[in-house]
């Protein structure tokens, strides 16, 4: 299609709502513009058209046969671009919420409270995509993700949901009450990691430590690694939250600890308005972590 011989849609819409009003200043207010405004939309598309649309008739206005063709049109085109738009936003609203997040999130804090949100919203289905990739955002497609990190994604909007720090924990079991000074001392004993990640090598980086042969990992599903963790299979890297409980019993110990301001689990959507199912989850999703961590 050719643009550039079609007039601006602000222009149609004013001598649209003219037509239909016969009147400039009801007009600007079912635009919500001031009948000014209105009345020079109207003037740019008669002089675009090179043809009188609206004339004066008494203290009203009439429109010539002109304008009357016009907005017959205009009438049917308007109409159909609201069926579209109605048909575009019924279909948005019923199409499946689709959330991604790690399946060690998933397991630990999303499914035990998932329930709750069923009950409050059960005309809302929902598809879980528990993951260790990072999913794009792309419209039609998966509306938010949850993922741990500071909040630092170019491109989309971030909001803490579940402020916790990184560790490295350990069953008493297979470390015992040994303290670790230096993290190369870790070297000697199996991982866990979750199946997908490298969170493991990825901390020794940060530490320095450069291991002289290969690490005895065993990549596993996330709630795997925690059940591993658990009966002291191996060290492994996740986030406290998911393993305070075990701290606090003394069942896991905390070898070392990341404290990086704004460490955390955050809610990660795409920027502009969010539909009414993407908006009720994410204030699901923070009402719960406020009121029960």
């Known amino acids: 299609m050719d643009w550039r011989g079609i007039p601006s849609l602000n222009s149609l819409r004013a001598f649209s709502a003219v037509?239909?009003?016969?009147?400039?200043?009801?007009?600007?207010?079912?635009l919500n513009v001031s009948h000014a405004a209105v009345s020079q939309q109207v003037r740019a598309l008669e002089k675009h058209l090179g043809a009188t649309l609206v004339t004066r008739d008494g203290r009203g206005l009439a429109l010539t046969a002109?304008?009357?063709?016009?907005?017959?049109?205009?009438?049917?085109?308007?109409?159909?671009?609201?069926?579209?738009?109605?048909l575009f936003a019924e279909e948005e609203q019923s199409r499946?919420?689709?959330?991604?997040?790690t399946p060690t999130f998933a397991v630990s804090w999303l499914m035990p409270r998932i329930s709750d949100f069923r009950l409050d919203h059960p005309d809302i289905e929902l598809m879980l995509n528990p993951t260790a990739e990072v999913v794009d955002l792309r419209p039609g497609d998966t509306d938010v993700a949850i993922r741990f990190g500071r909040g630092e994604w170019?491109?989309?909007?971030?909001?803490?949901?579940?402020?916790?720090?990184?560790?490295?924990?350990?069953?008493?079991?297979?470390?015992?009450?040994?303290?670790?000074?230096?993290?190369e001392s870790l070297l000697q004993f199996p991982w866990l990691q979750e199946l997908g990640t490298n969170e493991v090598s990825m901390w020794m980086q940060r530490q320095g430590v450069i291991a002289a042969r290969k690490l005895n990992v065993t990549h596993l599903p996330g709630?795997?690694?925690?059940?591993?963790?658990?009966?002291?299979d191996g060290i492994s890297a996740t986030a406290r939250a998911f393993v305070e409980t075990d701290i606090q019993t003394g069942h896991l110990r905390v070898l070392f600890?990341?404290?990086?301001?704004?460490?955390?689990?955050?809610?990660?959507?795409?920027?502009?308005?969010?539909r009414p199912p993407l908006?009720?989850?994410?204030?699901?999703?923070?009402?719960?972590?406020?009121?029960?961590?």
């Open 19 to 30: 037509a239909d009003a016969l009147s400039f200043s009801h007009a600007g207010r079912a």
């Open 66 to 86: 002109e304008g009357a063709l016009l907005a017959t049109h205009l009438e049917d085109a308007f109409q159909s671009i609201r069926r579209a738009v109605d």
């Open 96 to 101: 499946p919420l689709k959330v991604t997040m």
């Open 154 to 183: 170019a491109g989309v909007e971030a909001e803490q949901l579940l402020a916790t720090n990184f560790v490295v924990v350990a069953a008493r079991s297979l470390v015992g009450d040994n303290e670790f000074q230096d993290p």
């Open 223 to 232: 709630y795997m690694v925690l059940d591993g963790l658990r009966r002291g």
């Open 257 to 274: 600890e990341d404290e990086r301001p704004g460490s955390g689990y955050y809610i990660v959507t795409r920027p502009g308005m969010m």
């Open 279 to 293: 908006k009720a989850f994410v204030s699901w999703l923070k009402r719960h972590a406020r009121f029960h961590g």
